[in-house]
């Protein structure tokens, strides 16, 4: 979904903006603030840097009385006709921002909607022309969704592979259609450990930024793979996380 600011919400790639829907809640009182992850560069989609472009899933689920209970912000972003008034907040967040140097190794790890972020990173590195930026660095993406109909920006990034083969990497992992070797669901963890002792080399060096957006209780599975190597290595696996992210080279935004 693009919004026009009119250039009134300036922000930078992995920052958030807060929506409050219409209307007021069962105790009468206007709805709070929802955050939602920028899914666009500071340029914006159409490049003037007054759009805001953001990516949004209805959420719908059944409770444990039976009842469908329809997610407030969700629901209403989701049922906006084009041209719509809508209340924005921001920007905030300093957590996921995009590292300056344009020769890192930047290591990309998203759940379903929690791709949001990296695609504002991924337009910045290969969409984009900039004086002052150009990215020669590794841009390497593992993308989790349960099916292929619920992969989002594919197209995009294909078409970021075929102009940058050297810099851009992606690997998908589609929960219910696939499976590694040992007949296990192919979760973005499973497929992260097929490449698990190329990726502990990338941790070790300091130009390596690692960050994670999505569903909480991804950083365990990563963790699991990550335990064993740095083992192997004589070297505590959480003591190292603990410096990777006092030195910003890990981040992490999960719900």
């Given at each position: 979904?693009?919004?026009?600011?009119?250039?009134?919400?300036?922000?930078?790639?992995?920052?958030?903006?807060?929506?409050?829907?219409?209307?007021?809640?069962?105790?009468?009182k206007p709805h709070k603030v929802r955050l939602y992850s920028i899914a666009s560069s500071a340029l914006g989609?159409?490049?003037?840097?007054?759009?805001?472009?953001?990516c949004v899933k209805r959420l719908v689920y059944t409770n444990d009385q039976g009842e469908t209970v329809k997610?407030?912000?969700?629901?209403?972003?989701?049922?906006?006709?084009?041209?719509?008034?809508?209340?924005?907040?921001?920007?905030?967040?300093?957590?996921?921002?995009?590292?300056?140097?344009?020769?890192?190794?930047?290591?990309?790890?998203?759940?379903?909607?929690?791709?949001?972020?990296?695609?504002?990173?991924?337009?910045?590195?290969?969409?984009?022309?900039?004086?002052?930026?150009?990215?020669?660095?590794?841009?390497?993406?593992?993308?989790?969704?349960?099916?292929?109909?619920?992969?989002?920006?594919?197209?995009?990034?294909?078409?970021?592979?075929?102009?940058?083969?050297?810099?851009?990497?992606?690997?998908?992992?589609?929960?219910?259609?696939?499976?590694?070797d040992k007949g296990e669901k192919m979760y973005i963890q499973t497929r992260m450990a097929q490449y698990a002792?190329?990726?502990?080399?990338?941790?070790?060096?300091?130009?390596?930024?690692?960050?994670?957006?999505?569903?909480?209780?991804?950083?365990?599975?990563?963790?699991?793979?990550?335990?064993?190597?740095?083992?192997?290595?004589?070297?505590?696996?959480?003591?190292?996380?603990?410096?990777?992210?006092?030195?910003?080279?890990?981040?992490?935004?999960?719900?």
């Amino acid at each position: 979904m693009v919004f026009s600011h009119q250039g009134e919400i300036p922000y930078r790639e992995g920052q958030s903006v807060g929506v409050i829907a219409d209307g007021i809640d069962k105790n009468g009182k206007p709805h709070k603030v929802r955050l939602y992850s920028i899914a666009s560069s500071a340029l914006g989609d159409l490049g003037n840097s007054e759009t805001v472009s953001l990516c949004v899933k209805r959420l719908v689920y059944t409770n444990d009385q039976g009842e469908t209970v329809k997610g407030v912000c969700s629901n209403f972003l989701c049922d906006l006709a084009p041209g719509s008034d809508v209340k924005l907040t921001g920007p905030v967040g300093k957590e996921m921002l995009m590292p300056k140097d344009p020769n890192a190794t930047v290591i990309m790890l998203a759940t379903g909607t929690g791709i949001a972020p990296f695609r504002s990173f991924l337009w910045k590195m290969f969409f984009e022309k900039h004086d002052d930026y150009k990215f020669n660095g590794l841009a390497w993406l593992f993308l989790g969704v349960p099916t292929t109909s619920s992969l989002l920006y594919q197209e995009e990034f294909d078409k970021m592979k075929a102009k940058a083969p050297e810099n851009f990497r992606v690997d998908y992992a589609i929960s219910r259609e696939q499976a590694n070797d040992k007949g296990e669901k192919m979760y973005i963890q499973t497929r992260m450990a097929q490449y698990a002792a190329e990726l502990w080399e990338l941790l070790k060096k300091d130009n390596t930024f690692v960050y994670m957006c999505g569903l909480k209780g991804m950083e365990k599975g990563i963790d699991d793979i990550m335990v064993s190597l740095a083992a192997n290595d004589g070297i505590d696996w959480f003591d190292y996380k603990k410096q990777l992210k006092k030195a910003e080279q890990w981040n992490v935004e999960v719900y």
